[in-house]
C-alpha cells in the first residue's frame, strides 16, 4: 500500500490551530491579523493562487485586501502602491503574486516590501536571517514541506538529502532549512553530472523544476521519501507534479501527491507567517 504525506490533512490540522490562535489574540477587540495581496494581469493560475488565498484569510479570521491590477501598470505605480501598503498600520503582510510582467523588475518589487510584512520570506533580509539561523520570515513553500516532515515525525538527523532545483523561492532556503535540522544536503541543478547517482544514494529526494514526471522508479532507492514540488498540467489538462507518481510510489516509504501534498501547505505557511508578523507587532 502506497504510503502517502497528506497535505492536505495537515494543512486543514494547522489551519484549526491558527483559528483559536486568532480567537485569542482578537479578544477584547484587538484587530485581525491583516494581508494584502496584489495580483498585476491576467495570468489565470495566478488567480486561482490569489482567490485561494483570500478565501483561506475570510475562513480564518485574517483582514484581507486583495488588488486586481492591469498588466500596463508601470513598475512606479507598483512601487507607490507597495509604499502605502508598507505603511497601513492594519496590514501585516503583503505579498505580490508571481510571475509579473516583463516590465518590471521583480527583485525591486520584493526588496520594496518591509522585511516585518514579507510573509512571503522572499526579501534578501529574511533570507539572510534564515542563513545564520537568525529569526525572520520563511519562505512558504520550503517552510511547508518543513513542517510537513516534523508532523510525520521523521528525523533529519544525519539524513542524506537530494534537492532537485536551486531556486531562490524553494530549492536555496529549503537547503538551509534542511542543513539546520541537521540533514546532509546536496542542492542539484541543470548543470549536476550523474543526478541518478546522487538521487540512488538518497534517505529523501525533493523535486522542484517544474518539469512532468521528471524523477522516475529507476533514480530513488527502496524505502526513500519522495517530496514533489511540481505543479504541471500533462496532455490531457491534468494536474501532475514533477515525480512519476504511479511508479515511483512503488518503490518509496513516503510519497506526497500531486494535488494534495505540499501546494496546500503553502497556503496555510503563509497564513502562519501573517499571524507570526501581526503577533510581533503586539
Known amino acids: 500500500m502506497i504510503k502517502i504525506i497528506d497535505g492536505k490533512k495537515i494543512s486543514a ?6 483559528k483559536i490562535e486568532i480567537e485569542e489574540l482578537t479578544k477584547g477587540g484587538k484587530r485581525a491579523p491583516g494581508l494584502a495581496v496584489i495580483i498585476v494581469g491576467e495570468n489565470p493560475a495566478s488567480k486561482v493562487y490569489v482567490n485561494s488565498k483570500v478565501k483561506t484569510c475570510s475562513a480564518l479570521g485574517i483582514y484581507s485586501e486583495k488588488y486586481n491590477l492591469d498588466s500596463e501598470i508601470t513598475e512606479a505605480e507598483l512601487l507607490k502602491l507597495i509604499e502605502e501598503l508598507n505603511n497601513k498600520e492594519e496590514i501585516d503582510g503583503i505579498l505580490v503574486q508571481l510571475p509579473l510582467p516583463k516590465h518590471i523588475d521583480e527583485d525591486k518589487i520584493i526588496e520594496a516590501i518591509k522585511p516585518n ?3 512571503d520570506g522572499f ?31 521523521l528525523d533529519l538527523n544525519g539524513k542524506d538529502v537530494v534537492i532537485v532545483g536551486r531556486s531562490n523561492i524553494v ?8 542543513t539546520n ?14 543526478l541518478s547517482e546522487k538521487t540512488l544514494n538518497a534517505d529523501i ?14 533514480m530513488v ?15 490531457l489538462g491534468k494536474l501532475c507534479g514533477d515525480v512519476d507518481f504511479e511508479n515511483v510510489s512503488k518503490k518509496t516509504s513516503l510519497i506526497t501527491p500531486v494535488p494534495g501534498g505540499v501546494g496546500p501547505m503553502t497556503i496555510a505557511m503563509l497564513m502562519k507567517n ?3 508578523s501581526r503577533m510581533e507587532k503586539i
Do not use: Q
Open 13 to 18: 490540522e494547522i489551519k484549526e490551530e491558527m
Open 117 to 119: 510584512k514579507d510573509v
Open 123 to 153: 526579501h534578501p533580509i529574511n533570507l539572510g536571517k534564515l542563513v545564520i539561523g537568525k529569526n525572520g520570515f520563511k519562505s512558504c513553500t520550503p517552510y511547508g514541506i518543513m513542517e510537513l516532515l516534523k508532523r510525520y515525525e
Open 171 to 178: 530549492g536555496k532556503p529549503l537547503a538551509v532549512m534542511l
Open 181 to 194: 535540522e541537521n540533514a546532509t544536503v546536496t542542492l542539484c541543478h541543470s548543470k549536476t553530472k550523474n
Open 205 to 218: 529526494v525533493i523535486v522542484a523544476i517544474g518539469r512532468e514526471k521528471f524523477l522516475t522508479e529507476d
Open 221 to 235: 532507492k527502496e524505502g526513500s521519501i519522495v517530496i514533489d514540488v511540481g505543479i504541471n498540467r500533462n496532455s
Open 274 to 276: 501573517t499571524v507570526k
